[in-house]
């Protein structure tokens, strides 16, 4: 599947985060850990180990310097790569002002 650009811009980035997937009927199906590869104000990539259905709902808690950043979101795309990784996009639902300012800290182009 392609990814699609964005209207907000994106900043590299190389961050464990750890994540949980919610079923239909809003409970936790699985938990993991990834790695990012960029985020945005409305979103962020990350590469798994493992595939993530498009249109689950995802938490994320992104470690960022000193500071933990929580934020909700939505599976919107994912592509497999020939290591077997898959990167998947997350279009955000929900990122607080507070936490946006704590990835600003540190990413200060993502408020842009």
């Known amino acids: 599947m392609e990814f699609e650009s964005r209207e907000s811009f994106r900043v ?13 009927d809003n409970q936790v199906f699985h938990e993991g850990v990834a790695t990012t590869i960029d985020m945005s104000r409305t979103g962020i990539a990350i590469i798994t180990s493992s595939t993530i259905e498009t249109g689950l709902h995802i938490e994320l808690a992104l ?6 950043v929580k934020a ?8 497999k790569h020939a290591d077997g990784s898959f990167q ?10 507070k ?7 540190v990413y200060p182009d993502i408020s842009k």
């Open 12 to 24: 590299d980035s190389k961050n464990f985060i750890s994540y949980r997937l919610f079923n239909a």
């Open 63 to 68: 470690g960022v310097g000193n500071e933990v």
């Open 88 to 97: 998947v996009g997350i279009e955000f639902n929900f990122l607080s002002e």
């Open 99 to 105: 936490d946006l300012d704590k990835l600003a800290t």
């Open 72 to 79: 909700k979101g939505v599976v919107r795309n994912q592509k």
